[in-house]
């Protein structure tokens, strides 16, 4: 396709938008949900959700809601993946727009009759086609130069980052009725649709593929085929390891923190809306800016420690503390962390393979932090319910043992691209 034409500039442009502003959806759907079910479910003054069940029940039912999202997500991301390999990029994204399509009207039913069964559902459909990341992020590279491809790959953690920084925000405000009359807790995800229709009908017209479908098969339990694969391997298994530990740190954070706060200062949903949006702009701030600075200062090796460690001890702190305000800063010192020791773990992955297995070792680094994400999700809010800091004190001994691993296990070597770890896959 000839791109030099106006009419072609054009169609590019509007190609790329459509596939960030997908990206960025994928974003928004991780963490829109996160205020409208804190008042919805969490908050001790609102039943309208589930009835008046017990608060130990809400919990464990809200760790459900937002496990299902990351379980789904990794059997979507390979399942998805294998079919847009066989079919096309073009029929991959649009199967993926009308699943976010369909996921999200159920979850505006689901708010309307008060259904949380149809939440569940809409979740786990959203989730299974949140594989619609790693499509668009293939079709970006299919349609950009070489010597853009680092930049575009920024652009594409940009707008997924973004969407998770505003998600919260976006949610609490449209579902705020004291703000405007047409406000509920439908009117979010109705908007995700309109943009979901305009995305799809943008690639309907626009997008062409340029990438050859191959004859490759759709494996149903292809993300299991995945982690056997990096297994055998020892660096990738220390790896997978040490990081899959420290992983489960993060993920308590992420998905237990705002039962905690809702629980222990009675946040609300806005409170919880601050909280991940100071939280996702420490994250960008540091992919963004402060990356550049510490891969000029420090090994791959001290960035991951570093990173990590600052996270772990923002949330530690944001345990200790008994004010929001204190929270809310803290949760910037969080993002820092977390966007440090993602960028500069995922390079350590990417280090060990060659530029043929690029593809499969970040498969396996995604499945490994959407897959743990998931579980702590599903099994936190029951821990929470047997002692309310239970599962931040799972999650820091989880970090402990990670980073005592990623220390005493990871040398130079890993540092230093020897890709003989992989040559018989």
Request: one cysteine or more; charged letters at 10%; a positive charge.
């Amino acid at each position: 396709m000839s791109y030099k034409s106006t009419a072609g500039k054009v169609r590019y442009a509007l190609i790329f938008f459509a596939l960030f502003l997908i990206l960025f959806l994928d974003g928004f759907g991780q963490s829109l949900i996160f205020p409208i079910l804190a008042k919805t479910l969490l908050s001790p003054d609102n039943y309208s959700l589930v009835g008046d069940i017990n608060a130990h029940s809400r919990q464990a039912l809200y760790g459900v809601i937002i496990g299902l999202f990351y379980f789904f997500m990794v059997m979507g991301t390979a399942i998805l993946g294998d079919f847009s390999d066989r079919y096309g990029r073009k029929k991959g994204l649009i199967i993926c727009i009308a699943g976010m399509i369909l996921g999200n009207l159920l979850t505006v039913f689901a708010f309307m009759g008060n259904n949380v069964w149809l939440i569940i559902l809409g979740r786990s459909i959203i989730g299974f086609t949140a594989g619609s990341q790693a499509i668009a992020q293939a079709s970006i590279a299919d349609f950009t130069p070489a010597k853009n491809q680092a930049r575009n790959t920024g652009y594409v953690i940009l707008a997924v980052t973004l969407g998770a920084i505003l998600g919260p925000i976006y949610g609490q405000i449209l579902s705020d009725h004291s703000i405007s009359n047409l406000f509920n807790n439908q009117t979010p995800f109705i908007g995700v649709i309109l943009f979901s229709i305009l995305s799809m009908l943008i690639l309907s017209t626009c997008y062409k593929d340029t990438y050859k479908p191959s004859n490759s098969s759709i494996k149903l339990v292809r993300f299991l085929d995945i982690f056997c694969d990096a297994w055998r391997h020892d660096k990738i298994r220390v790896l997978l390891i040490s990081m899959g530990s420290i992983f489960g740190c993060w993920a308590v954070y992420y998905t237990y923190m705002s039962v905690y706060l809702v629980r222990t200062l009675n946040a609300t949903g806005a409170n919880i809306s601050i909280l991940m949006s100071m939280y996702g702009i420490g994250a960008s701030i540091a992919m963004g800016f402060l990356s550049r600075i510490i891969e000029k200062h420090f090994t791959t090796k001290q960035a991951v420690i570093f990173g990590w460690t600052l996270f772990a001890t923002a949330s530690f702190f944001t345990q200790l503390s008994n004010s929001l305000h204190v929270d809310y800063f803290l949760a910037v010192f969080a993002g820092l962390g977390i966007g440090i020791g993602m960028l500069f773990t995922m390079k350590i992955f990417s280090l060990q393979v060659g530029p043929d297995k690029q593809g499969w070792i970040m498969g396996i680094f995604n499945a490994t932090w959407v897959g743990i994400m998931g579980i702590s999700a599903a099994l936190m809010g029951y821990i929470g319910n047997i002692q309310i800091t239970l599962p931040l004190i799972i999650g820091y001994i989880l970090y402990l043992f990670g980073i005592f691993i990623f220390i005493t296990k990871v040398s130079r070597e890993f540092e230093n691209g020897d890709h003989n770890c992989i040559r018989d896959i």
